[in-house]
């Protein structure tokens, strides 16, 4: 196995090349660049000599290949680069937006998978019954409905009618656990149920696939207690098609991230992400996405290695 993660651990590197050369070019197809956006205002814009100086300040002025090159340099010393639009580092820009985002994307998971096991397994145990379509009918629901709409209705409704609000000052997790909780409440249950609605149907066709095995009629015969089997025979079976579907909704759970710190406010990457591509702030965009590859990346090995404690049979040679 250490093999095996040192080998996924090493195709990070080519990965991020990949990427970061694929986005670099395409953020050179927007129009304007950062330089015409830090000095462009609402009540005079700036001249085209100005504008054309700050490029040239800014290296912007250099071919396309130079500045890839110089960009390429950076990366593979591990400098992200320096914003000009926020005036430093990209890294320390992100540094402080991480924890935001990546504790909003795992209570999401958390979240989800509190929701999901526990609805698709009762629903398949107790197939065609009023929980059974109650479970698919939400499900449906969580599916068709956008994020960021659930998101401002739950806020409109909360302001307008409960009248309360989550917390204007974002306060860290360990720093003030209530003021955040209240914070990261809605979001994370807006992810999470959007992800649930995904993961119940699935866990509810492979429940009812598995438990129609003959090792599962076995365990039944044998006089297992119900948990038993179906916990440790069926839903242990069931869950690895479910494992591998949770390790590509995590990436749809940062997207939701995006839109949802967007809308409640929250100082995170996602957050960040939308006031730099407003800014043309390349080097920024460049940077977040690649630590959101970084993310995803290590959680799809993560996901890839829980396929053994669920399955003692898998072999990673």
Sequence with gaps: MKGYIVRRLLLILPTLLLLGTLLFFMLQAIPGDVASTML?????????????????????????????????????????????YFNQSVWDAIRPKIDVT????????????????????????????????????????????????LGILILLVLSRIVGWA????????????????????????????????????????????????????????????PRVVIIKHALRNALLPVVTMLGMLFASLIDGAVVLETVFNLPGIGLHLIESVRGRDASMVLGMVLLIGVFMMVWILLIDLSYKVLDPRVTYE
């Design 166 to 225: 989550p917390p204007a000052q974002h306060s860290g997790i360990l720093d003030n656990p209530w003021s955040a909780l209240q914070r990261f409440m809605f979001p994370a249950l807006i992810l999470g149920f959007r992800s649930a609605a995904v993961i119940s149907r699935m866990i509810r066709s492979m429940m009812l696939e598995v438990l129609n095995e003959d090792y599962v009629r076995t365990a039944w015969s044998k006089g297992l207690l």
């Design 102 to 149: 990546v504790t909003l994307a795992l209570l999401g998971v958390l979240v989800a998978i509190v929701l999901s096991i526990p609805a698709g397994v009762l629903s398949a145990l107790f197939r065609g019954s009023l929980f059974d379509q109650g479970v698919r009918a939400l499900s449906a629901v969580g599916m068709a409905v956008p994020a960021f709409w």
């Design 40 to 84: 462009a205002g609402e009540e005079s814009a700036a001249s085209p000599e100005a504008i054309e100086k700050l490029r040239k300040e800014l290296g912007l002025a250099d071919p396309l290949y130079i500045q890839y090159f110089r960009w390429l340099g950076k990366m593979i010393r591990g400098d992200l680069g320096y914003s000009a």
